[in-house]
Nanobody, 117 residues
Framework: VQLQAFGGGLVQAGGSLRLSCAAS????????MAWFRQAPGKEREFVAA???????NYRDSVKGRFTISRDNAKNTVYLQMNSLEPEDTALYYC????????????WGHGTLVTVSS
């Protein structure tokens, strides 16, 4: 699976961005898709997931502000980010795994999100 993420940029606190991740190479609908992020000097952390069965999951700090969605017809997963905070500044990565796999093993290049205060 090849993943390409885009949509990052510079936004003021309180603003919004939508990230997109286009996948190719396998049957997209069979894969769990997720977004991770890594801030400067910090470890990579889970942000949100959209599972092949249709459910979603979020880290607590983004609940109510971020929405993950997927369009299986377009082989694309989205992350709508609202009410952005400076603490959301990070390199955001798209990841994929086959639905029965344990860990995410396909990764795209990151897209940078910078939130200014």
């Amino acid at each position: 699976v090849q993943l390409q993420a885009f949509g990052g940029g510079l936004v003021q606190a309180g603003g919004s961005l939508r990230l997109s991740c286009a996948a190719s190479g396998r049957t997209f609908s069979n894969y769990d898709m997720a977004w991770f992020r890594q801030a400067p000097g910090k470890e990579r952390e889970f942000v949100a997931a959209a599972y092949s069965g249709g459910s979603t999951n979020y880290r607590d700090s983004v609940k109510g502000r971020f929405t993950i969605s997927r369009d299986n017809a377009k082989n694309t997963v989205y992350l709508q980010m609202n009410s952005l905070e400076p603490e959301d500044t990070a390199l955001y990565y798209c990841a994929a795994k086959y639905s029965s796999a344990g860990a995410y093993n396909y990764w795209g290049h990151g897209t940078l999100v910078t939130v200014s205060s």
